[in-house]
C-alpha cells in the first residue's frame, strides 16, 4: 500500500488554475503534477465552487471567528470552574 502524499494548498491551486484555464487537458495537468486525472477534478470543482468566498467581505468571517473565540472562552471558563469545585 502507498503512503499518503500530502499536497501543499499553492499545489493544488496551481494544478486547479490550470484546470480551469483549459489549455491542457485534465488527463496532462495530472501527468505534469503526478497525480491521478480525479485529483484534478476535484480540485478544480473546490475552486469553483468556493471562488465567490474570495470576493466576500472578511468583515464577516471575523464575526465567525470572533464569535466562536467567545463561546470557546466561554466554555473554557465554565470547565475551569468545574474542574476547581471537582479538586475540592
Known sequence: M??????SAIFKKKAALE?????E?????A???AVHPIQVRQWKKELLDNAEM???KG???????EAKEA???EQIGSLSVEFEFTLI
Open 2 to 7: 502507498q503512503k499518503k502524499t500530502f499536497r
Open 19 to 23: 484546470a480551469v484555464r483549459e489549455i
Open 25 to 29: 487537458t485534465i488527463n496532462e495537468i
Open 31 to 33: 501527468q505534469k503534477y
Open 54 to 56: 474570495a470576493f466576500e
Open 59 to 65: 468583515k464577516n468571517n471575523n464575526n465567525n471567528y
Open 71 to 73: 463561546k470557546l472562552h
